[in-house]
């Protein structure tokens, strides 16, 4: 597609329930990342692909938290036993290439609200 | 501060005037970089500057950067009500890291 897409938008989900949230990256960008922004916050990093390499797990906040990226191209996030302090935008973007050189290219987010 | 942090934290002024936003930062980087959002909207790139670039202009936007002091500056010259929006910078460890580290923003106003 011409652009980062990410589904849901939006997603509203109980307490303890498992969610997954999908991007598909620009076509062709080797470099995948998930954000997390809170309300009125910055961006939290939590995680990066870049091709076949092993990803850098390094943000997830806990082990209920995981993503996966497959063929080199969508990426799913899945967070189980979903918690409150969860609720938040969760951004992803693809870069063309790795390792911090360019620019990165967002998709509009998946808002969560965990009641 | 952590790292890739904006300041102020909130700006308004009126249409017409120039907007100044700084970014400071910790760590030694191989680039910075300047993003809008728009509310409710993903982040859009403005401009990238290369830590061995000092000064960078697109448009109406001019970017400087003084690696002694660790720090980054972004104007906005002309300010217009579409202006208005939350900018952040993202910095890039210079070893090649994997990741991009992002301040809390700036959220700027410009009012009509």
């Known amino acids: 597609g011409a652009g980062v897409s990410q589904s849901p938008s939006n997603k509203v989900t109980e307490k303890g329930k498992d969610v997954e949230l999908r991007c598909d990256p620009i076509?062709?960008?080797?470099?995948l990342y998930w954000y997390r922004q809170s309300l009125g916050q910055g961006l939290e990093f939590l995680i990066y692909?870049?091709?076949?390499?092993?990803?850098?797990k390094s943000g997830l906040p806990s082990d209920r938290f995981s993503a996966e990226r497959t063929g080199g191209s969508v990426s799913t996030l899945t967070i189980q036993r979903t918690q409150q302090e969860d609720s938040a935008v969760y951004l992803c973007?693809?870069?063309?290439?790795?390792?911090?050189?360019?620019?990165?290219?967002f998709g509009e987010g998946s808002r969560l609200t965990v009641l | 501060s952590q790292q890739g942090e904006e300041d102020p934290q909130a700006l308004s002024i009126q249409e017409g005037e120039n907007a100044t936003m700084n970014c400071s930062y910790k760590?030694?980087?191989?680039?910075l970089q300047w993003y809008r959002q728009n509310s409710g909207r993903g982040l859009v790139h403005l401009i990238l500057?290369?830590?061995?670039?000092r000064e960078k202009h697109s448009g109406r936007l001019r970017v400087t950067l003084d690696t002694s002091k660790k720090s980054s500056s972004l104007l906005i010259t002309a300010s217009r009500a579409a202006d208005t929006a939350s900018y952040f910078c993202?910095?890039?460890?210079?070893?090649?890291?994997?990741?991009?580290?992002f301040g809390p923003g700036t959220r700027l106003s410009v009012l009509p």
């Open positions: 973007a693809s870069s063309l290439w790795g390792h911090n050189t360019g620019e990165l290219f």
């Open positions: 076509s062709g960008h080797t470099a």
């Open positions: 692909f870049q091709g076949n390499s092993a990803p850098d």
């Open positions: 760590t030694s980087i191989n680039n």
């Open positions: 500057i290369r830590s061995n670039e």
């Open positions: 993202a910095t890039a460890e210079d070893n090649y890291g994997q990741n991009f580290v």
